[in-house]
């Protein structure tokens, strides 16, 4: 099966935010994203609410709920005792655990899963517990250590931060590197019984060599550049060229 597409809609939220007004309005792009092909839905509510907003989740379960029940709600950020309420108030099918500090601008790293182990077993059996699908943010080193780390914490999933691959666009050898690296973690996490995501800053151009790499790839996540792309295609459009992207016939 091709990797599904979820749309992250925190830089159309941050645009939103540049004026106390409801244009760009959120949920309706998520709508014309769902209509187009996207299968789920992507947010990241930070604790200063500078793209998202926590008036924002309740408006964006209604709209998967009533007209896209197929679809996925996945909400990803740190696990403060204020996240894990927004999320069991908000019911998403899956919870993405980052290890972001509040004061990051963007994910940047994978967690620590010998240091933060403890902790996530913690957290991952309370939110599996009220019937969300749990996946942790991990670095594609290509190694098969953290992988067993991320299992024992009882996740069902996690997506591979792929940044590097993406800062990379303008030197082929070292993309081709960091594909391979990724493809070694996510072969390693299949081996384990995990199933892989993917994220962060991915393309249109670069998103192929990845699915190639990775066949058994479930979901990307995407934000930043399919919202750039949609300045230019329109959001509709844009997502078919993303779902096309990741082998999906669309």
């Known amino acids: 099966m091709p990797a599904k597409l979820s749309v992250n809609l925190n830089a159309i939220a941050m645009l939103r935010n540049r004026r106390d007004l409801p244009w760009p309005d959120v949920a309706d792009l998520g709508r014309i994203a769902l209509r187009a092909g996207a299968s789920g839905l992507t947010v990241h509510p930070r604790p200063d609410q500078r793209h998202i907003r926590f008036s924002d989740l309740p408006i964006l379960r209604a709209l998967i709920d009533d007209e896209f029940p197929a679809a996925e709600f996945n909400i990803e950020g740190y696990p403060t005792e204020d996240f894990l309420a927004l999320c069991e108030a908000t019911e998403p099918e899956q919870v993405t655990l980052v290890p972001d500090d509040p004061s990051q ?79 070694l973690t996510a072969d390693a996490a299949k081996a384990e019984g995990l199933a892989v995501n993917a994220g962060h800053d991915l393309t249109v ?24 792309d949609a300045l230019e295609y329109g959001m509709a459009e844009t997502v078919r060229r993303f779902c096309r992207a990741c082998g999906q016939s669309i």
């Open 105 to 183: 601008a963007t994910s940047d790293h994978g967690w620590d899963l010998v240091k933060h182990q403890e902790f996530l077993k913690s957290v991952v059996d309370r939110l599996r517990s009220k019937g969300m699908r749990v996946s942790l943010f991990v670095d594609g080193e290509g190694l098969a250590g953290p992988m067993k780390l991320a299992r024992a914490t009882g996740a069902e999933r996690v997506e591979l931060y792929t940044g590097p691959y993406g800062g990379c666009y303008d030197n082929p050898e070292e993309a081709a590197r960091q594909v391979d690296l990724l493809g």
């Open 205 to 228: 151009a670069n998103l192929p060599a990845l699915v190639r790499r990775i066949p058994h790839l479930a979901e990307v996540s995407i934000g930043h550049g399919l919202t750039a």
